[in-house]
């Protein structure tokens, strides 16, 4: 396959709006190639879009649908040829989970939060989502075994452990969401700060991130420790943010990336002391990324209308059904983590909504370099992920911000930056932070580039970066987005201006990280008796079978080897 | 042969901890598992072949006969219902929803007898819940609430609730209360600190009630509710409050007495009022083995975990409307097939009228009610013991079960398979004769 005379954005080899044809074989590009042309004159061609933080499966997922039939009926779709039936709008079916990314030309999707022992469910709805390459990062923040460790400081007994839950669900890397807080939520507390003692465990969320920061660098693995901060979701949390990010300054990368990304940056920017005098604090937490090069983000973009909140942070959670007074899920799992789940509205006319909107905006502006930003709405939390198209034309225009900030709460302007920031993203900084940034920071070698030897995931867009000033043709670049000319996944043309012309299976990545035999069978005698005493079901049935990961990709990584193999 | 930590495939239990003793391909002996588990892992009262009913007759004959059969009942129905799915695996489930969607009919589970009212309160409310392991570790209060475990789940309480050890709980049922709330004295209320004896169908005034105390609103609450006095709710809306960690278990004396999904509204809303004051989580007692298992299934295949209808392509939700009973009793669906469930048993007598007036394809391992007033019958491998495959727990937990012994049934999986296939070769060649 051959696709001709696009112009051709793949940053990360060096390419700016070239027009160049890209060559396709057996789902890889290559230099050279015959077959099928795909007439890409004169359009926008980037690598296939890449979401490294999104909610895609899983429990919490699932339960969104069953506590949300009014959202289920929205996007009702029938079956096609090719299609099974789609439904939902923040919380569609799997069928529709691989069809709309595709149509909007992503290609490969993260699930960000599974917990070990519920990891067998999450494959179950990832292998039922058509088309997409995926991954799932695995919960390791309140996990009993995490916290003993660090407690013990036996930081090589943590990397077994984490090399062993990571193969147990069949896991891509290590989320950590509110440290210590979760296990607090057993019995309905919370931690304040990075240096309040979780109950019972004598250790603090700041042990526990510096630990299993420090033990994913020992394991060399793909993606950094990948951190929901504590107090996410609060007015004035921005200080715990950089607290945070300073607590981790000091450690060495095993590889060329960030030593922690930060997920939906945009809910931990927050000033005031309560909603009243709620303010952002993008301007100080983009002035740190600026300053330090070991922390990436994802932006966690709020955009107004339906979203459904769902997160390992319960006590956030419980927060969120106290204020709205909507109906609340919760979901506690033991010995490793709790969950919430509460449907949401964003409204313009509510000044607390408009500042959060703000701050997303103003993270991704005044940010200066786009490889530390991934554009996310922390689907379905800020937004559902149809509403990329929205968020890179805010990005790209000046107008279209001022626009909006005009039909906003005019007490806005006092609490952001946002109406005086000038910059306006280009289609370069755009495919840095929707392709290139996301696959490396997530440590995908072959994805988010157009080099030969990449998969070939690729998208092509109806619209002439040439001729189409994206700053005042806003509309025409959204609606660009929103529906690609074609989108190629492994080099099959999978669809043609939002129609679905096939629907390959995807792939599931998971690392296999090796460590000395002597970690692993100190780390056995510590699980067999949490196994015999604590956990409701047997060891022999915990682990992940290989049954639910049909179409693996095994990266390895380990403190002894770090050969990388693909086994398709 | 010895097979340990064997999932059983009764109860929504879903007890891991089996031990099964195999011997010339046959199950001989299962530890551990309490009687109801046991006599259904061992089988009994097995479909010996595939039928078809011919003159009025059930005649043997051929899988692929029954299969096609099957296809072409399916394929001439207007609106056909596929009932069933608790007692087998999601892999089967997953290829039930695919049929379905190509026959354009109803899918609808037990639950619509059974835990529906439970999942339409949690449409309202949500579900405050957790893994039976923190409840095992943690709860220092356990609410049993129109449920009666000691006979329905006879071990949950020694697995996962009331007498359980565990982390912070480490003295089992001596370091707990146990709440039980029902209209008669059951075996489970005999385990109780607190036996409250309502009156038959008040549980959502006494709820209520309970809900007002706990909220610091009790002047507005009368003097008696639900045959119980005041005094004795306060002290018991106090006794909620002063638990660490809470669990409440409910069951079908709550959804299907008077208020049926308005009762677990309102436990729901109760849940999330002690949340308020102290850690509280509350969970449904499912049935069988996975039923938990086909809402998910259907949840993340359609959206909806229940009662969904493809008669239009899409999938549309409207228990009430779109549910098994519903359709029966008005006569809109013209054709059934019922796997791994027993709907002549379990269903009201007019449904069950009608069912038997309409061609029914029945896939079971085990004969009952409705091969009576079947026109195919698939006898399957029993999932769990002779097949593999996926269960959800009550807790939503998901679990392998194993394969113990060979069998030449068919799974359900594979049945389903070979019918689907069958309607995609037969679509458009058949000719259906009007009823």
Known sequence: MIIKGGIVYDPANGVFGDEMDICVENGRIVEDAKGEEIDARGLLVMPGGVDAHTHIAGKKVNTGRVMRPDDSRLGAEPKTAVCRPSTGYTVPNCYAMGYRYVRMGYTTAFEAATPIIEARHTHEELEEIPILDKGALTLFGNNWEVMECVRDKDLSKLAAYIAWGLRASRGYGVKVVNPGGGEAWGFGANVKGLHDPVPNFDVTPAEIIHGLAEANEMLRLPHSIHLHFNNTGKPGNYTTALETLELLKDIKPSRMRQVIHVAHMQFSAYGGTSWRDFESKAPVIADYFNQHNHATMDLGMLLFGSATTMTADAPLEYGNARLTHNKWSNHDIELEESSGVVPMVYFRKMLVNAVQWAIGLELALLTKDPWKVLMTTDHPNGSPFVNYPEVVSLLMSKPKRDAEMATLHEQLPKRTTLGSIERELDWSEIAVMTRAAPAKILGLGDKGHLGPGADADISVYNLRPEEVDASADHQLVKKALAVAKYTIKSGVLVSRDGEILATPDGRTFWVDASVPQADIDRLMIDLQEKFEKYYSIKLSNYMVQDAYVPNPVVIKAGSQDLRSEGVA | ?435
Not at chain 2, 32 to 57: F, N, Q, T, Y
Not at chain 2, 209 to 217: E, S, T, W, Y
Not at chain 2, 277 to 302: C, D, L, S
């Open chain 2, 1 to 435: 042969m010895i097979l340990e930590d064997v999932v059983c495939s009764f109860c929504g239990c879903l007890c891991d901890d089996l031990v099964a003793e195999v011997e010339e391909g046959k199950v001989k002996r299962i530890k551990r598992a309490c009687r109801l588990g046991s006599s259904k892992m061992m089988g009994h009262g097995r479909i010996k072949a595939p039928m078809v009913r011919k003159d009025g007759e059930l005649k043997e004959v051929s899988y692929q006969e029954a299969y096609d059969r099957a296809a072409e009942i399916l394929l001439c129905a207007k609106k056909p219902l596929l009932y069933g799915w608790a007692s087998t695996v999601c892999e089967a489930q997953k290829k039930g929803v695919l049929l379905a969607e190509e026959v354009a009919g109803v899918i609808d589970s037990t639950a619509t007898v059974c835990h529906g009212p439970s999942v339409i309160g949690i449409e309202e409310k949500g579900l405050p819940g957790a893994t039976l392991g923190q409840v095992k570790n943690r709860a220092d209060m356990i609410v049993f609430w129109g449920c009666n475990p000691a006979e329905a789940h006879p071990r949950h309480a020694l697995r996962y609730s009331s007498n359980v050890p565990g982390k912070f709980t480490p003295e089992g049922r001596a370091g707990r209360k146990v709440v039980v709330v029902d209209v008669r004295e059951t075996r489970t209320a005999k385990n109780a600190d607190k036996f409250v004896l309502i009156r038959p169908g008040s549980d959502y005034e006494v709820i209520s009630a309970l809900r007002m105390l706990v909220a610091g609103k009790g002047d507005f609450v009368p003097d008696e509710v639900g045959g119980i006095p005041k005094t004795v709710l306060a002290s018991l809306a106090d006794f909620l409050k002063s638990a660490k960690f809470g669990a409440v278990f409910f069951g079908l004396g709550i959804t299907h007495s008077r208020g049926r999904y308005k009762n677990i509204d309102n436990a729901l809303s109760l849940v999330a009022e002690l949340n308020a004051h102290t850690k509280f989580v509350v969970m449904p007692m499912r049935g069988h083995y996975n039923v938990t298992g086909i809402g998910q299934v259907m949840a993340w295949e359609t959206g909806f975990p229940m009662s969904v209808d493809f008669a239009r392509g899409a999938a549309y939700f409207n228990p009430g409307e779109t549910a098994a009973c519903d359709l029966l009793a008005r006569h809109d669906t013209d054709a059934a097939l019922i796997i791994a469930a027993d709907a002549a048993s379990n269903f009201p007598r007019p449904t069950v009228e009608y069912l038997a007036r309409i061609p029914v394809i029945q896939i079971d391992p085990y004969e009952n009610p409705t091969t009576l007033l079947s026109e195919v019958v698939i006898p399957s491998a029993i999932s769990g013991v002779e097949a593999e495959g996926t269960a959800y727990r009550m807790d939503g937990m998901a679990l392998r079960m194993r394969k113990l012994v060979d069998t030449t049934y068919p799974s359900d999986e594979e049945i389903l398979t070979n019918i689907i296939e069958s309607v995609r070769r037969q679509r458009g060649t058949i000719g259906c004769t009007e009823a």
